[in-house]
């Protein structure tokens, strides 16, 4: 006997007809003679649909009341999974964030889990009880409910799977796992049986859409054991583990790629001490999130362009605020480039293999595709590059790694 979490997104709760397969499935289990939490998201567009709401009501809205407009999705879906559990004849029981309690610290919108009570739950669950827990919310510590950001319910559902000690945390989704690439831009793409904690992790935060990347985060800290598998379908999916579990190592596992990055360049920046420290310290003041740099040295000892990337969504943001610290950091002129994306290559096996970045410059090169910034951690190695050639990018590395499918 196991104890599982079963995580259901949007897709997999939306309408009445898939809210009975997800009872069907979690019926299974229970009759195998499992113990089961099930983790449910709002349905496919419906915190999209809240979270317009309150833009319309108020552009500036108040954090606190969107939490409490946009962590309605997951009440309902909650309650009807536990119905459509009952009308199987499992016994079960939904549970808000605040019942459990999660409780997240005071960030509301983007709140981070702090604890977890779950004996009231190991209780229920020996009861034979399955626990239908909505995710994406929980218990601030001023007593109010909270959201995770977007994609939250992933990181409940881990929560939730280390503090229960469960066996494993099964996220259903609309995929039938993680793919060595996008498979809408590869049609070669393979699906990957297992993936390293740290694989997922750099997949999820470059973009890879599959897992929320706090919920990867929080799987590699507690060494939950991970899946993403297809609620539609009934096959394996792929494994989120430890590296020493992983047989074959490949050098690079997946070709990933950011489509919303932007690029500015600050022209003609005094070549001076604190200079770095007045550019990106303001960025960070106004929470702008700053991913690649690079700064040339000056060859005139005065001054040197500095080129960085943040998100499209934040490029006016940043321009406005450099603009109004011109004269503080002092620089000539702001260059802005909307048009670019980020394409990564991953890999655990690149640790030990020297040449990775020379075969994708080459293969780049290839096709006349010109690399803007260069950025690599121990296990990736990243590109920017103009945002029309990205499919072709993605394609071309893919194969230049050996990842095509035979
Ligand atoms: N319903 C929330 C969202 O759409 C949480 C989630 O789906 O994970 O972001
Ligand atoms: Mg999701």
Known sequence: ????????GGTSVAGAERIRNVATRVKREVDAGHEVVVVVSAMA??????????????????????????AAGEQVTVGLVALALHELGVPARSWLGWQVAIRTDGVHGSARIDDIDGAMLIERLKAGQVAVVAGFQGLGP????????????????????????????????????VYTADPRIVTAARKLDRITYEEMLELASLGAKVLQTRSVEMAMNHRVRLQVLSSFEDKPGTLVVDEDEIVEKQIVSGVTYAPDEAK???????????????????????NVNVDMIVQNTADDGKAT???????????????????????????????????????S???????????????????LAGKNINIQVISTSEIKVSVLIAADYTELAVRTLHAAFGLDAA
């Open 142 to 177: 001023d007593g109010r409910v909270t959201t995770l950001g977007r994609g939250g319910s992933d990181t409940s559902a881990v929560a939730l799977a280390a503090a229960l000690k469960a066996d494993r945390c099964d996220i259903y989704t609309d995929v039938d796992g």
């Open 45 to 70: 567009g419906e915190t999209n649909r809240l979270v317009d709401l309150c833009r319309q009501i108020a552009p500036l809205h108040d954090a606190q009341e969107y939490d409490t407009v946009v």
């Open 345 to 363: 290559v991953v890999g655990v096996g690149m640790r030990s293999h020297a040449g990775v970045a020379r075969t994708m410059f080459q293969a």
């Open 305 to 343: 362009d500095v080129t960085f990337t943040v998100s499209r969504a934040d490029l006016d943001r940043a321009l406005a605020l450099l603009e109004s610290k011109r004269a503080e950091i002092g620089f000539a002129r702001l260059s802005p480039d909307r048009n670019v994306a980020k394409v």
């Open 264 to 286: 500015i360049t600050l022209l003609r920046v005094a070549d001076r001490p604190g200079v770095a420290a007045a550019i990106f310290g303001s960025l960070a003041d106004a």
């Open 1 to 8: 006997m196991a104890r599982l979490v079963m995580k259901f």
